[in-house]
């Protein structure tokens, strides 16, 4: 019996395609997003293949921590595949008490709810940018690793363990939605920096990996997605421009403007990085799945992030950003949040 929230997101929804691969007894979709729960409920009525498997889907927050643990008890659930989360960094950036509390606050909520109904095995979906982050959205993901590793540390019936990867080709905001959108209407193609560079994985790969390396994990593990070498953003718009049967360069000098499109820079946005990674510090082993690596970083104690998430849960409550702001640069050393005067305004 397997829970996924977020499950109408890209990851989530194809998490379910997955898994329903084999035939679980129960399959509890659970998603804040009426849309997105409709489209995957849809998809998966129309492709039913006389599957044994039982489907709920469930609306929800995973700020809602009752809710939750009735779900998790009433399914008798036993693997949970925690993907619920703001996503979009420059979006979290202007929103950043929301982005807070869903990412971080939803993690606590999700944990605590596992350990209280003894669920076997929790599996935190994770992302590149919570590695020295300079986002909140960076931020709050590697915030909400530490409070995967705090409970992974104390004595439960729960495996808890987390997967970190890159970008994902296709997912909603994504580049690749965007370049084709741009070069459909003729351009421009816009790219924040020349230099950019990004890791990228298909949704099936990340997904399948996803599975395995959850799988594989005993607790308190961090696995790392081997994504390859990192891609030139300059590099993948001029591919996609010619895949179109179109040319990079000026459109208002040329006489057939229609075969030509223009790339150009807006620059990094508030909290973007110039480059990604994958892994803080150097301690990294391999695993008996070449794709998948398991990594060692440091950690904080249970009772350091239940301070912290209880804090931050005042704060968020409280509409309080320089709290929030205190206590994600307390928890995340290397991270330090941009100018409090330019953000008060957007966190409510």
């Known amino acids: 019996s397997i829970l996924i929230t977020g499950a109408g997101g890209t990851i989530g929804s194809e998490l379910c395609r997955k898994i329903l691969q084999f035939n679980p007894r129960r399959l509890v979709l659970f998603d804040n997003s009426e849309l997105a729960l409709y489209n995957i409920e849809q998809e998966l009525a129309a492709n039913d293949s006389n599957s044994d498997t039982k489907l ?10 009752g809710h939750l643990s009735m779900v998790m008890d009433d399914f008798s659930i036993q693997t949970v595949y925690h993907a ?3 996503k979009h960094v ?14 971080v606050l939803g993690t606590w909520y ?8 003894h669920v076997e095995k929790l599996v935190l979906i994770s992302t590149d940018k919570a590695v020295r982050a300079t986002s909140v959205m960076g931020a709050s993901k590697r ?8 409970f992974a540390i104390q004595t439960t ?8 990867f890159g970008n994902v080709l296709g997912s909603s905001g994504s580049i690749l939605p965007l370049f084709k959108r741009q070069i459909a209407q003729g351009g421009p193609v816009t790219l924040t920096h020349k230099d950019a560079s990004r890791f990228f994985m298909t949704t099936s790969e990340a997904a399948e990996l996803v599975i395995q390396a959850g799988a594989m994990g005993v607790g308190g593990d961090l696995f790392v997605l081997d994504m390859g070498e990192p891609v030139r953003i300059q590099d993948f718009a001029e591919r996609m421009i010619h895949l179109h049967g179109k040319s990079v360069g000026e459109t208002a000098d040329v006489e057939h403007p229609e075969n030509f499109i223009e790339i150009t820079y807006m620059g990094l946005h508030p909290g973007e990085k110039l480059h990604e990674e994958l892994i803080i510090g150097e301690q990294i082993t391999g695993t008996q799945h070449p794709k998948i690596m398991r990594a060692q970083e440091d950690y904080l104690d249970f009772e350091t992030v239940q301070t912290m998430c209880t804090s931050l849960e ?3 409550a409280g509409t309080d950003y320089l709290k929030v702001k205190q206590t994600l640069e307390q928890a995340i050393p290397e991270f330090v949040i941009h100018d409090a005067v330019s953000y008060t305004h957007l966190t409510l």
Not at 110 to 117: G, P
């Open 84 to 86: 619920a989360a703001y």
């Open 143 to 150: 915030l909400a690793e530490l409070i995967i590793q705090s």
């Open 157 to 164: 019936d729960t495996q808890y363990c987390m997967v970190r």
């Open 56 to 65: 709920e889907f469930l609306l929800g927050s995973v700020l809602n921590k």
């Open 110 to 117: 999700v944990a605590e709810a596992a350990n209280e109904n």
């Open 90 to 103: 420059s979006m979290v950036e202007r929103n950043i008490i929301e982005g807070v509390r869903n990412n």
């Open 314 to 316: 005042a704060a968020c």
